[in-house]
């Protein structure tokens, strides 16, 4: 029992609260923190000792205390790399957004903003006119509205132009979106009835001309997002749809999901349809999102005739559905990019990274290659430049791929390649890629700071062990 002799020799924790090197800590974390800590340190201490282990010094505590503080300092949401390949990656947070919106956004947390205030009659305004204007700059529609995202576009738009009736919507197109997200389900809780028409892979003008009664409301299209219906196939395009819609007195509703503003083969990637174009081919309402392709803040919009915008902003949902000012700032700033496309390539993150070439992302990996091999190799991870493929990501072009390269990280076991990726989740700024054919590829399309990368990759090594 010598280790309990061992114990006496242990400071107490209102010691330790006077010790030098514990007072900075208190003036930084606070008092109540910095007591549960070191109440818990000296406990793992007391463990330790009756199992037979030494006892620290004052030094040694202090060590543990400040590891402790560290790890609870640190949030799940603290900036990482995502070398998954997937620039629009939903559980990674979207798009990144431009200096100029985050900028704008910083101002906005700031100082008060005129965010439902008239500067110019001194009466109350309204928190969308902000970005009326240029929505309907960018797209073409008549009016436009902002709400939380573009499920709440959906459910705002359904429910105050078709609760109590029918809406009208393909097989091919009922998606179901991660996070729970099933057109079926969205109809149902917006109120409106269900009508599917056609069938899985083909639905033809006489499918939706057969389903409009009386009880139709509108007709749906919804761009599919994450999966694409190839082989025996038939859809009716919007601008048919459109027809078709208005000659029965029935609105058309267009959900585009990702909804791009501009012409994405401008920057080398396959075209996705535009606002402007759905909005063009004569659909009522179009809905779409704000962190997708258009590369701002989560966002919803909704654009389309004064009316049905009127009838939505009215719908006591667009109260509990709106959103702040900092996105409203930051959205706004985001949208003026997109008034100098030449520039836009450079600006928006989002665009940046999709539009980088194969050839500079594999001299990015050649250049890293090793540099990172030098901090795995010795562990007995063999690291190589690989040409991948990156995806967009959150429901845009789902089964087209960006040819890009990046880092093939392989190891002696699949344990080991597990504990490889453990690892770098677990760095402070977390390194995330995609496990792949028994190895770890890290794929380099958007990774701009390398600095920090290789910063990052040798203190994860410092534990890392094949
Ligand atoms: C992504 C998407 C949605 C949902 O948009 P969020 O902004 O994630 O709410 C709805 N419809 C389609 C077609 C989509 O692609």
Same mark, same amino acid.
């Given at each position: 029992?010598?280790? @309990?002799?061992?114990?006496?020799?242990?400071?107490?924790?209102?010691?330790?609260?006077?010790?030098?090197?514990?007072?900075?800590?208190?003036?930084?974390?606070?008092?109540?923190?910095?007591?549960?800590?070191?109440?818990?340190?000296?406990?793992?201490?007391?463990?330790?000792?009756?199992?037979?282990?030494?006892?620290?010094?004052?030094?040694?505590?202090?060590?543990?205390?400040?590891?402790?503080?560290?790890?609870?300092?640190?949030?799940?949401?603290?900036?990482?790399?995502?070398?998954?390949?997937?620039?629009?990656?939903?559980?990674?947070?979207?798009?990144?957004?431009?200096?100029?919106?985050?900028?704008?956004?910083?101002?906005?947390?700031?100082?008060?903003?005129?965010?439902?205030?008239?500067?110019?009659?001194?009466?109350?305004?309204?928190?969308?006119?902000?970005?009326?204007?240029?929505?309907?700059?960018?797209?073409?529609?008549?009016?436009?509205?902002?709400?939380?995202?573009?499920?709440?576009?959906?459910?705002?738009?359904?429910?105050?132009?078709?609760?109590?009736?029918?809406?009208?919507?393909?097989?091919?197109?009922?998606?179901?979106?991660?996070?729970?997200?099933?057109?079926?389900?969205?109809?149902?809780?917006?109120?409106?009835?269900?009508?599917?028409?056609?069938?899985?892979?083909?639905?033809?003008?006489?499918? @939706?001309?057969?389903?409009?009664?009386?009880?139709?409301?509108?007709?749906?299209?919804?761009?599919?997002?994450?999966?694409?219906?190839?082989?025996?196939?038939?859809?009716?395009?919007?601008?048919?749809?459109?027809?078709?819609?208005?000659?029965?007195?029935?609105?058309?509703?267009?959900?585009?999901?990702?909804?791009?503003?501009?012409?994405?083969?401008? @920057?080398?990637?396959?075209?996705?349809?535009?606002?402007?174009?759905?909005?063009?081919?004569?659909?009522?309402?179009?809905?779409?999102?704000?962190?997708?392709?258009?590369?701002?803040?989560?966002?919803?919009?909704?654009?389309?005739?004064?009316?049905?915008?009127?009838?939505?902003?009215?719908?006591?949902?667009?109260?509990?559905?709106?959103?702040?000012?900092?996105?409203?700032?930051?959205?706004?700033?985001?949208?003026?990019? @997109?008034?100098?496309?030449?520039?836009?390539?450079?600006?928006?993150?989002?665009?940046?990274?999709?539009?980088?070439?194969?050839?500079?992302?594999?001299?990015?990996?050649?250049?890293?290659?090793?540099?990172?091999?030098?901090?795995?190799?010795?562990?007995?991870?063999?690291?190589?430049?690989?040409?991948?493929?990156?995806?967009?990501?959150?429901?845009?072009?789902?089964?087209?791929?960006?040819?890009?390269?990046?880092?093939?990280?392989?190891?002696?076991?699949?344990?080991?390649?597990?504990?490889?990726?453990?690892?770098?989740?677990?760095?402070?700024?977390?390194?995330?890629?995609?496990?792949?054919?028994?190895?770890?590829?890290?794929?380099?399309?958007?990774?701009?700071?390398?600095?920090?990368?290789?910063?990052?990759?040798?203190?994860?090594?410092?534990?890392?062990?094949?």
């Amino acid at each position: 029992m010598s280790g @309990y002799a061992d114990l006496r020799a242990l400071p107490s924790v209102d010691q330790l609260l006077k010790a030098q090197a514990v007072l900075p800590l208190v003036e930084q974390h606070g008092r109540t923190i910095v007591t549960e800590e070191l109440r818990s340190v000296l406990s793992e201490i007391r463990s330790a000792v009756r199992e037979g282990g030494a006892l620290p010094d004052t030094n040694g505590i202090v060590a543990s205390l400040l590891g402790r503080l560290a790890y609870r300092g640190r949030s799940n949401l603290r900036p990482l790399f995502n070398l998954t390949g997937t620039v629009l990656h939903t559980n990674l947070g979207r798009a990144l957004l431009a200096e100029e919106a985050i900028a704008a956004a910083v101002d906005a947390m700031r100082e008060a903003a005129a965010l439902e205030f008239d500067l110019d009659t001194g009466k109350r305004g309204e928190r969308d006119s902000h970005l009326r204007e240029l929505l309907c700059e960018l797209t073409g529609a008549e009016d436009a509205t902002i709400v939380n995202n573009n499920a709440a576009a959906v459910l705002i738009a359904l429910n105050a132009v078709g609760a109590g009736r029918q809406a009208i919507v393909s097989r091919g197109e009922l998606i179901e979106i991660g996070g729970a997200f099933r057109m079926p389900d969205i109809m149902e809780r917006a109120g409106v009835g269900l009508v599917e028409v056609g069938t899985t892979n083909r639905t033809h003008a006489k499918d @939706y001309i057969k389903a409009i009664n009386p009880e139709t409301a509108l007709i749906l299209k919804v761009h599919t997002s994450n999966y694409r219906i190839e082989g025996f196939t038939a859809e009716v395009e919007g601008a048919e749809l459109a027809t078709i819609a208005h000659e029965a007195g029935v609105l058309l509703l267009n959900d585009l999901g990702s909804g791009t503003l501009v012409d994405l083969s401008r @920057y080398g990637l396959a075209k996705e349809p535009t606002v402007r174009e759905a909005v063009a081919e004569g659909a009522d309402l179009v809905t779409f999102s704000g962190d997708k392709l258009l590369g701002g803040p989560q966002a919803g919009f909704i654009v389309g005739r004064k009316d049905l915008i009127a009838a939505i902003n009215s719908n006591p949902m667009k109260r509990a559905l709106r959103v702040d000012k900092i996105r409203i700032a930051a959205m706004l700033a985001t949208l003026k990019l @997109y008034r100098d496309p030449d520039r836009l390539g450079a600006r928006l993150p989002t665009l940046r990274m999709l539009s980088r070439g194969q050839a500079e992302i594999r001299a990015q990996a050649e250049r890293l290659a090793p540099e990172v091999s030098a901090v795995l190799a010795p562990k007995g991870y063999h690291v190589e430049p690989q040409a991948c493929s990156s995806q967009i990501g959150s429901g845009a072009l789902p089964v087209d791929t960006i040819p890009s390269a990046g880092l093939r990280i392989s190891a002696p076991s699949g344990t080991a390649l597990e504990a490889l990726a453990a690892l770098f989740r677990s760095l402070p700024r977390p390194i995330l890629g995609r496990l792949q054919d028994g190895a770890l590829v890290l794929d380099l399309r958007c990774l701009t700071d390398e600095v920090a990368f290789l910063d990052s990759l040798s203190q994860g090594a410092t534990h890392a062990a094949a």
